[in-house]
Structures are given as structure tokens and as C-alpha cells.
């Protein structure tokens, strides 16, 4: 007879153990592209006539490299987009990128420096145009480069066509309502260079400023609750004299504690707390104190301007502070922010005397011609001679420049386009569809209705260059701003086919040919007008732009995924655009994500050093390591990273890869045909299978709620504590040692076979690289599809066990645990070396333990203790107790002889002269 091979069937597989992530993810990528993956993937789902989930991309500025925000943002966007397609769902990712505004134009002026003031604006807007395509292309690789899937070859640009096309038909909508308006609104003002500033253009240095304490008489005490009488000043302190002019009215805070004082023949109302301090500053000493109200009780006073003749409203303000002055705040709506804001809740008048180079106009008369700073003296002389002054000083403070010509610069109220908030029910509108949304972060509904209530109208012009016109001509004769159907549908027509360089190339006679006439007076001397749209409105119209403009898309979307900053921002833009439009809300659930934060919790500054860089990472680790973070930790909350983190979760990716592996190794002679039937398996078999399906139907719901940590978490504690150190461990005798086609190696292996099929694809929606490699090394016949993106989730189910079953296993968990326990302690005292050396004695009086104990065979026990014997010492009268009722465990060394092959050490060992170093047990299961 011829000798059988003793060899065991060691597990094996080409599956590297070192993933070398950041060399080969981008050949995984490079495949996908190759294979169209993502353009099959969509293929297939409509043949499949798959219902569609649609994650509207926000987007992302088209300016510099990635950074750690946009990478979780990404990533948990591709986890969704991912984890949607395995559900059977046609879920197509269009990415999106916002490339107009003054971030762009101002980086393109720098680098053109002296010679941007000979460009033309088409000149210009070319160049801004080609910034923020070469933005647009970096951004793009570096988001493929973190394994993002989607449609990179046509993504989603507001400066495209027939996204502005889109914009057109939004305003024009929003215009027929009564949304749109012009009105006044103060903006940064350089009197020297004559031009409106942004925000970004203003530059503050110190500045000398004459300040002055300023007595307005009240006139009307009989709509306020505190009734200090005429005679009585209301005291305001302010360092711009020359906005006195334009002063409309008086804010207290409505909190604050505010007196009525007596002294120097005058009555004078400051707040409290500055008594001292105006003392001090205006030499009237001893003030007496005649009576105490808040704020909010002098609300609605009227006072008489000290030299217009004009009465100042006395409001309430919560930004009014105690720090300097007399806590009652001189308000003038065209030359301030928050006057403005004011002004806009109090329905004030908004002023703005002066006109682009910082003189007064004749709107303040007495002045006329003056220029603001100069007139500052003549102000205080005005001030004196009206008997109002009650002091005045130079200071030295903070104040904002121009960034160009380094003058000092003014607020100045312009004519700017707004979409109302009151019109048409607009505001009423909006919250009501905030309610028809589910707001996924708990305080989500709150926080983005209290923006909405306490929004001002949206200013939604600017007078900029690269942008998208507001589709709006002027009469140069009579003023009229001219927007008409047969206007619109001009423009419509020309934006359609140049993008909105054609308005800034045409003329408007060019554009508009025989309508070119104002619908007010006649005239034909029409210009086009020269502001842009805020690039809020641009991204604020994508629902439309490229929802309703794309046929793999539709509207609404289900889902927008950002920061928590956008409730002030698109989540807002794109609600107030959808109202406006549509009046429906643009998107049915909204979920935001924290900011991700140094480990000690601190936001990412420059200043502070602590910027973690994204691009970095991946060359270090690989872009998988990134998405495993990205899924570690709850993302609405705020996100921790740093090399302590990173390098918790390289461990736990170890640990995943080498699970994956072993599983890859363990099937390497398995076959389709090889396959047990559920009911053949073994009991243990069918736990680690109803394991299994436990974990899988809860990672299912955890996607589905958006607790990816809490997929990681189990995920990795499956991974690690069920399969790696117990179901494994277990299975080796039988994988290695058992007869290679007999059932119970072929039992192991099919389930070992279905963990890894439906485990890699649980995790692929988080390690999108991993999961795809792991993939092709499972042996072709064994999978459907090439890559795994392209497969669904198992639809049908391992089946469960009953609970009474389940709470068994893990009783006897725990007895296998207490076993373990006595043998290590033995492996201690160095009685043994290892577990197979032992055998165990299990002594007990309970009568549920011994119910357990009997359903399972004395070699399934040993082999799920890993030991070489075991035996029981029940007690006579068992009883319904505890299952650790009388326990007593004893691990002492075998007898027997340690079988060469399967390392047990049996009495068996030498029966067969053929094979004397082998147990029986082994012999039988050779061949
Ligand atoms: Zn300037
Ligand atoms: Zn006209
Ligand atoms: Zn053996």
C-alpha cells in the first residue's frame, strides 16, 4: 500500500500581508477608471430598474489643495454614495465645484498687480476662469486620490452654461414673485479709489479719530414704557462725528440697567455702568441718580436729531456693550453693519449723504461738499454751537484701510439687489418647508429656523467682475432698473450660448436688439447693469442647475452632507432658492458634520501649527487609513485627528487586512460545489454564522443612520474578538488537520466563505481600496462580479437562532473562557507549554450547564477549547441554578502522546504501524 501524505492542508494565499496602500491605491483607482466601474455601476442599476438615491454634492471652493475638511466631508459622502449602491440602489455622484467670487478674482489681480487696471473685464474674468479650472483639476485628482467615486469627467461647475442658464430662469421666477428689490445697503467704501470693498480688501491700522459725547433731546416719551419726560437727554458717544448727518435713531441694549441722572441743571440718560467713566470724561461731577429702567423700557422713545430736523428712534440692540462711550449707541444705517441691521428690523430710513469720493451731497446741505474726514471739525463746531457737545477727545484706534491705497476707508450705503424675506410670504414659506425636511442632526430644524426668522433680506448683488451677472439693464435717462419677459428671454438665449462672458462682451443693445427700449420713459439709452451675483445665489441655484439639468439626476435630492457652517450657508442658499423657485425645499434630509480638530480639540490654525495635511497622510499610509478614520469617530460631533490616533487606527486596519487575509487562505482549495447545506453544519458553525448576521443587519442600520463609528467599532470588534482569537483559532484543527474534502473542513470553509464575501463587502463602503483588492484575490468562481463596487448586498439572509440557543453559546463562552484561564494558569507554572498539552475537568451542579453540555460531543467541546481532552463530573442531584452552580474547573497535563500532525496529545497516538506518529484520528482523515 502506498504511503498517504501526512502533510497538513496549510491555508495560503498570495494576499499581502503589508497593504503598501500609498503605492498601489492609485493602480486600484487607475483599474476602476480603466474598467468604467462607476459608469457600469449606474449602467446596471437602471437596467435594474433600481430605485434612486441622489447625494447632492455641495461645492467646494476651487481654490488650493485639499485639506482635513474636505476629506471627511468626501469620504462620508463616498461611504453613503457606496453603501446606497450595495443596497441596490441607483445612486449616482455628480461632484460640484463653486468657481466664481473674490477669493479667485483677488488672487488673479495680485498676480497682475499694477497691469489688472488695463484689463478689460472679459480679460480679466478669462483669467479667473482659467484659476479656477486648474483648481478644479487638482482638487479633482486629489479627491480620485482618496478613492471618491463619481462623474470626475463631467463634474458640476457654477461658471458652466447651462448652470448659469439655469440661474436665469431662478431670478426671473423670483423677480415675478416681488422678491427682488433694490435698495440701499452700506458697504466697505474707498473714497480715493471709488470703489465698493469686500470684506477680504480691508485691511485695519490705527487711525486718529475725534470722539465726541453728543445730547439728544427726547421729544416723545408716549410709546415707551419708561417715561423719563422732555426735558431729558439721551447721552451718545461716538467716534465718527461725520455719520451724524445720517443718524436716524438710538440703541440701547435691552438689558442692561439704564438711569436717569441729574447734574449740571441737565437730565441726562446713560447706561449705569459708564457713570464714572462719563463723568470723568465730561468734567459734570455728581451726577444724581433720579430713576433706574432697562433698556428695553425706553424702547420706541422718540428724540429730536440735535441739528437736522429729524427725529432719532430710540431702539433696542443686543450688540450694545458697556465697554466704552454711555451704552446708548448712535445709529446710522447707511454707514454702518449693524446700524443697518438695525435700521432693517426698525424699518429706519436708510441715509447715506455722501456720495463715491466722500463728500457730503446735498442731501446734508449744510456741508455740502465737504469731504467726510475734513468735515469732522466742522461737525464738532456744528455740535458746540447747537449747545449738544458735552465732550470730545482724540483717540487712537483700530480702523479699517483700504488694502490698495492704505486710506482710511467709510461705510456708505449703495444700491445694492435683495430678495425679500416678507414679500409674498416668503420668510413664512421657507420655515414651513425647514419642517418638511428631516433634520438629522438633533438641533439641525432648530438651528437653521432660527436663522431663517431672524435673517435680514438677502443681498444678493455685488459689484465684482467674476461672477454671473444680475440679468437686470438700466435707463441711463430715467434710472428705471429694466427686467421684462422679452428682456429675460434675451438674456436667456445669450447666456445659453456664451455663459455670462457674453453680457460682459455685448452691449445692450447688442443683446437685446428691438426690445432695447425702457418700458418707463422710451428711451433707448440702456445699459446693462455692472453688478455680479453673490456666490451664494450661484451655489444656492445648483439643486436646479444640475439636478434638473442632468438626466442621471433629480428633484429634490435626498440627501445634502456638509459642514455645520452651512446652515448659515448652501443649506440656506439652496432652501431660499428652492422656495423662491419652486416653493418646495430642495433636499429631503440634511445631515452636518463637525470640524476636524487637533487631538487636544483645537481647531486647525497655521498660527498654532497643529494643520494635519490630508495629501501628506496618504503618502505616508495610504488614503484607506484616512477613510478608516473618517469612519472612527461620530462626524456630527467635532473630529479628532493626530499621530496617536492615526496610529490607533493603522492598528486596527492591521488587524482587518490580516482577518481578511487569513479568510482568503483558508478558501484557497474551496469550491462552489464544496459548499455544506446550513442544516449539515455544525452547531458552533451555525452561531459564527447567526453571528454574522447579527453584526451584518446592525452595520446595515448603523449606515443607515450615519453611525459609521459605530460600524468601525463593531466591525473591527468583530474582526478581533470573535474571529481572530476565538472562530479561527477553533477552526485550524479542523481546516488543517481533517480530511481535506470530508464535511467538516468543507462545513468551516463555507462559512469562512460567506464571512468573506459579505464582511468585505460590509466594510467596502469605508475601505473602498482594501475592499476591492481583497476582492480579486478571491478565486473568480467563488464571486460574481469583478469589482465589488459592482455587487449588492446579500439579500438573502443566514438564518438566527432562537434567543434560547444564543444565551447557550454564550454561556458556554463562558465556560470556555474560564477553562482558558486554568490552562494559562498552568502554562504559567510551566506544567505545560501549550493548550494541547492539557485536558480539562469540568465539575458542576447545574442542570442548564449540563443541558448545554449534552447537546454538544466531547470532541467539539475539546476542539472549542483547544485542548486534548476533557471530561465532566456532574453532580448527582443537578439543580436548577446558575450555570456556573458548583463550577469547578481543572486543567491538568494530558497523558497522552503528542500526535505529530495535529500537535494533540491523545492516547491514540501509534495504533497504526503504518503511521506511528500520527493519532487515529489522523490516519482517518489522511488523503
Ligand atoms: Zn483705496
Ligand atoms: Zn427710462
Ligand atoms: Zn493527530
Same mark, same amino acid.
Given at each position: 500500500m502506498e504511503k498517504k501524505d501526512t502533510a497538513i492542508h496549510m491555508p495560503k494565499t498570495d494576499f499581502p500581508m503589508k497593504g503598501n496602500l500609498n503605492q498601489r491605491e492609485p493602480e486600484f483607482y487607475k483599474k476602476w477608471e480603466d474598467d468604467k466601474v462607476y459608469e457600469n455601476l449606474l449602467e446596471k442599476r437602471k437596467k435594474e430598474n433600481a430605485p434612486s438615491y441622489i447625494l447632492h454634492d455641495g461645492p467646494p471652493y476651487a481654490n488650493g489643495n485639499i485639506h482635513m475638511g474636505h476629506t471627511l466631508n468626501k469620504v462620508l459622502k463616498d461611504i453613503v454614495v457606496r453603501y446606497r449602491s450595495f443596497k441596490g440602489y441607483y445612486s449616482p455622484y455628480v461632484p460640484g465645484w463653486d468657481c466664481h467670487g473674490m477669493p479667485i478674482e483677488h488672487k488673479v489681480a495680485e498676480n497682475l498687480g499694477s497691469r489688472a487696471k488695463t484689463m478689460t473685464k472679459p480679460e480679466i474674468r478669462r483669467l479667473c476662469h482659467e484659476y479656477a479650472m486648474k483648481y478644479v483639476k487638482l482638487q479633482g485628482d486629489q479627491f480620485k486620490r482618496l478613492g471618491i467615486m463619481g462623474d470626475w469627467e463631467n463634474p458640476y461647475l457654477t461658471l458652466n452654461k447651462e448652470y448659469e442658464t439655469k440661474m436665469v430662469d431662478i431670478f426671473w421666477e423670483m423677480y415675478k414673485k416681488g422678491l427682488v428689490y433694490r435698495g440701499l445697503k452700506p458697504v466697505y467704501w474707498c473714497c480715493r479709489c471709488e470703489t465698493a470693498l469686500a470684506e477680504a480688501e480691508v485691511e485695519y491700522a490705527d487711525h486718529k479719530s475725534t470722539s465726541v459725547f453728543v445730547k439728544f433731546k427726547i /421729544? @416723545? @416719551? %408716549?410709546? %415707551? /414704557?419708561? &417715561?423719563? $419726560? &422732555? @426735558?431729558t437727554y439721551v447721552v451718545i458717544w461716538t467716534t465718527t462725528p461725520w455719520t451724524l448727518p445720517a443718524n436716524v435713531a438710538i440703541a440701547l441694549h435691552p438689558d442692561f440697567d439704564y438711569a436717569v441722572y441729574e447734574g449740571a441743571g441737565e437730565k441726562y440718560i446713560l447706561a449705569k455702568g459708564l457713570k464714572t467713566q462719563f463723568e470723568e470724561k465730561t468734567g459734570i461731577s455728581g451726577l444724581k441718580e433720579i430713576s433706574v429702567f432697562k433698556g428695553k423700557d425706553l424702547e420706541r422713545a422718540v428724540c429730536q436729531h440735535p441739528f437736522v430736523d429729524r427725529d432719532s428712534l430710540v431702539i433696542n440692540a443686543d450688540y450694545v456693550t458697556l465697554e466704552t462711550g454711555t451704552g446708548c449707541v448712535h445709529i446710522a444705517p447707511g454707514h454702518g453693519h449693524e446700524d443697518y441691521v438695525a435700521g432693517l428690523k426698525y424699518n429706519l430710513q436708510i441715509l447715506n449723504p455722501v456720495d463715491a469720493c466722500g463728500r457730503y451731497t446735498n442731501e446734508f446741505? =449744510? =456741508? /455740502? $461738499?465737504?469731504?467726510v474726514f475734513a468735515a469732522n471739525e466742522k461737525i464738532v463746531e456744528l455740535l458746540k454751537e447747537k449747545n449738544v457737545l458735552l465732550a470730545q477727545e482724540q483717540i487712537t484706534h483700530s480702523y479699517a484701510h483700504c488694502w490698495r491705497c492704505k486710506s482710511p476707508i467709510i461705510y456708505r450705503a449703495t444700491n445694492q439687489w435683495f430678495i425679500s424675506m416678507e414679500k409674498d410670504n416668503f420668510r413664512a414659506q421657507a420655515l414651513n418647508e425647514v419642517k418638511n425636511v428631516k433634520w438629522f442632526n438633533e438641533w439641525g430644524e432648530d438651528r437653521i429656523t432660527k436663522m431663517i426668522s431672524g435673517r435680514p433680506d438677502w443681498c444678493i448683488s455685488r459689484q465684482r467682475s467674476w461672477g454671473v451677472p444680475i440679468f437686470v439693464f438700466t435707463c441711463k435717462d430715467c434710472g428705471e432698473s429694466i427686467v421684462t419677459e422679452k428682456t429675460i428671454a434675451k438674456v436667456r438665449a445669450l447666456i445659453k450660448e456664451e455663459g455670462s462672458d457674453g453680457w460682459f462682451k455685448h452691449s445692450a443693445k447688442e443683446i437685446l436688439g428691438d426690445d432695447c427700449k425702457c418700458p418707463k420713459c422710451g428711451s433707448d439709452n440702456v445699459d446693462r447693469g455692472s453688478d455680479i451675483f453673490d456666490v451664494w445665489f450661484d451655489s444656492g441655484a445648483s439643486s436646479f442647475s444640475v439636478l434638473e439639468t442632468r438626466d442621471d439626476l433629480s428633484w429634490p435630492a435626498d440627501l445634502y452632507l456638509e459642514g455645520s457652517d452651512q446652515y448659515r450657508g448652501w443649506f440656506q442658499s439652496s432652501l431660499l432658492a428652492a422656495v423662491g423657485f419652486k416653493g418646495k425645499a430642495p433636499y429631503k434630509s440634511v445631515i452636518s458634520t463637525g470640524w476636524v480638530v487637533d487631538g487636544q480639540g483645537r481647531a486647525m490654525h497655521k498660527s498654532l501649527g497643529n494643520v494635519i495635511d490630508p495629501l501628506s497622510l496618504i503618502k505616508k499610509g495610504g488614503a484607506d487609513l484616512l477613510r478608516l478614520w473618517v469612519a472612527s469617530e461620530d462626524f456630527t460631533t467635532d473630529q479628532p485627528i493626530s499621530d496617536e490616533i492615526m496610529s490607533r487606527v493603522t492598528d486596527s486596519y492591521r488587524r482587518i487586512r490580516n482577518t481578511f487575509r487569513y479568510m482568503l487562505s483558508a478558501v484557497n482549495d474551496f469550491k462552489k460545489e464544496d459548499m455544506v447545506p446550513y442544516e449539515e453544519l455544525s452547531s458552533f458553525d451555525k452561531y459564527a454564522l447567526h453571528k454574522m448576521q447579527v453584526l451584518l443587519d446592525s452595520l446595515d442600520n448603523y449606515y443607515e443612520n450615519f453611525e459609521f463609528y459605530r460600524v468601525y467599532r463593531e466591525f473591527s470588534n468583530f474582526c478581533s474578538l470573535f474571529l481572530s482569537s476565538y472562530y479561527f483559532d477553533v477552526l485550524k484543527d479542523r481546516l488543517y488537520t481533517f480530511k481535506s474534502d470530508g464535511k467538516q473542513r468543507r462545513g468551516a470553509q463555507t462559512v469562512i466563505y460567506k464571512m468573506l464575501i459579505n464582511l468585505t463587502k460590509a466594510i467596502a463602503p469605508v475601505l473602498a481600496f482594501t475592499a476591492d483588492e481583497v476582492w480579486q484575490f478571491i478565486p473568480q468562481e467563488l464571486r460574481n462580479e469583478s469589482h465589488i463596487q459592482l455587487e449588492k448586498w446579500t439579500v438573502e439572509k443566514e438564518p438566527l437562532l432562537d434567543a434560547q440557543t444564543v444565551e447557550e453559546w454564550e454561556t458556554f463562552n463562558k465556560l470556555r473562557d474560564a477553562a482558558l484561564k486554568k490552562i494559562e494558569d498552568k502554562r504559567k507554572e510551566k506544567l505545560i507549554s501549550h493548550p494541547y498539552e492539557a485536558v480539562v475537568n469540568i465539575k458542576y451542579a447545574s442542570a442548564k450547564l449540563d443541558r448545554i453540555l449534552k447537546k454538544l460531543s466531547k470532541e467539539e467541546v475539546e476542539q472549542m477549547i483547544i485542548i486534548s481532552g476533557v471530561s465532566y463530573s456532574p453532580a448527582e442531584k443537578l439543580e436548577e441554578k446558575e450555570w456556573d452552580f458548583g463550577l469547578e474547573i481543572t486543567a491538568s497535563k494530558s497523558e497522552g502522546i503528542k500526535c505529530e500532525r495535529c500537535w494533540r496529545y491523545v492516547d491514540a497516538v501509534g495504533k497504526d504501524s503504518e503511521y506511528p506518529g500520527l493519532c487515529s484520528r489522523c490516519v482517518e482523515n489522511l488523503g
Open positions: /421729544k @416723545d @416719551d %408716549s410709546k %415707551s /414704557k419708561a &417715561k423719563p $419726560g &422732555k @426735558d446741505e =449744510m =456741508m /455740502k $461738499g465737504e469731504h
